[in-house]
């Protein structure tokens, strides 16, 4: 059940699909404006680390407009498979529209819930996840649901903004979220409400240890975590036992 976010009764389920359906045509161009243009070339340094082999089958949960999705197409080939899935329709037409432009026909875009995947368990090589973890209900069951679609010995990788270490930076950093990210989006998109949400999702958001022992306790082995840009954001990255 999703547990009431504000007072006025709305779920978090709610308010995030409502943020995301009403930024979708704005969200690439926002996500250069957030992270300094930085977050492609972390969406690339996150495929590399993964390993993604050609042929493999692969499914990008939350995968908003398909950036990741993009990469990892590209990666596993005309004789691979990916799946994206998102709960909002706005994303992923979008997404639709940048596959098209693309011609990756490798792809099929999925609208459901990364809570209840629709999918068999051993059913991917790769499940992956970008600056969506802490927009998700339930963040155990969400990873968890990952490694079950996982193929014994397959990978399970999250990508996602977190918590920097160094006091400093960290001040710098919530500073920007806070009080720069939501005026700018105000003043660039309209949408100052919708990335107000930003800071609020990163609020009990696990740091990057505290997500290493989550990945641990869904049963994922082999971990490995690395820290971008003094730990602005994180890639988390499992595998599934054999």
């Avoid at 992270?35 to 492609?40: A, E, F, I, N």
């Avoid at 918590?163 to 998109?189: D, E, I």
Wanted: charged share 20%.
């Amino acid at each position: 059940m999703s547990k009431t976010f504000s007072s006025s009764g709305e779920t978090k389920e709610q308010r995030v699909l409502g943020v995301f359906e009403a930024i979708a045509q704005d969200y690439d161009f926002m996500n250069s404006v957030m992270s300094l243009g930085r977050h492609k070339a972390w969406r690339r340094f996150a495929l590399n680390k993964l390993g993604v082999t050609p042929g493999a089958t692969a499914i990008d949960v939350c995968c908003g407009t398909c950036d990741l999705t993009i990469g990892l197409a590209e990666q596993v080939g005309v004789l691979g498979k990916v799946v994206g899935l998102d709960f909002s329709a706005q994303m992923l037409q979008v997404g639709e529209s940048k596959l098209r432009q693309r011609r990756a026909n490798n792809v099929l875009l999925v609208e459901g819930s990364a809570l209840a995947l629709p999918f068999p368990d051993n059913s991917f090589d790769y499940a992956t996840m970008a600056f969506a973890l802490r927009n998700v209900n339930d963040i155990t069951r969400a990873m968890c649901e990952m490694g079950r679609v996982v193929k014994p010995g397959g990978r399970v990788m999250s990508l996602d903004i977190s918590h920097p270490k160094n006091p400093l930076v960290r001040q710098l950093y919530y500073s920007h979220l806070n009080y720069v990210l939501p005026r700018a989006a105000g003043w660039l998109v309209k949408r100052h409400r919708e990335y107000a949400w930003l800071p609020e999702s990163l609020q009990g958001f696990p740091d990057s240890d505290a997500l290493s022992r989550l990945f641990s306790a869904c049963g994922l082995v082999k971990l490995e975590h690395h820290l971008i840009w003094g730990g602005i954001a994180a890639l988390h990255i499992g595998s599934k036992p054999d």
